[in-house]
Nanobody
Framework: QVQVVESGGGLVQAGGSLRLSCAAS????????IGWHRQAPGKEREMVAS???????NYADSVKGRFTISRDSAKNTVWLQMNSLKAEDTAIYYC??????????????WGQGTQVTVSS
């Protein structure tokens, strides 16, 4: 099993920036796609950004041009740089890692989430 841990959330004023980190740990696995998702109170969880093993990125329309996802494959770590934050970005942000373990096929793990609060 792969463990996923997020960090970097907090309280920031509108227009400010935050950088979230997601670290995957375990043994005998190879990471594929890592994605950031968020869930605001009363809303469904939504995909924010993702990056695959060759660096292809995908973003939700609501964050394009403001958020940037990047990864260090050697460290099994992904970052989400969030700029020009808005009140509507307030949510719990979750990291999801899709990975493979030999002979067991693809699997995925979720982190525990990190709170991002943007004050207006």
């Amino acid at each position: 099993q792969v463990q996923v841990v997020e960090s970097g959330g907090g309280l920031v004023q509108a227009g400010g920036s935050l950088r979230l980190s997601c670290a995957a740990s375990g043994s005998g696995f190879s990471l594929n796609t890592i994605g950031w998702h968020r869930q605001a109170p009363g809303k469904e969880r939504e995909m924010v950004a993702s990056i695959d093993s060759v660096g292809y990125t995908n973003y939700a329309d609501s964050v394009k041009g403001r958020f940037t996802i990047s990864r260090d494959s050697a460290k099994n770590t992904v970052w989400l740089q969030m700029n020009s934050l808005k009140a509507e970005d307030t949510a719990i942000y979750y990291c999801n890692a899709v990975y493979k373990i030999p002979f067991l096929g693809p699997r995925n793990s979720w982190g525990q989430g990190t709170q991002v609060t943007v004050s207006s």
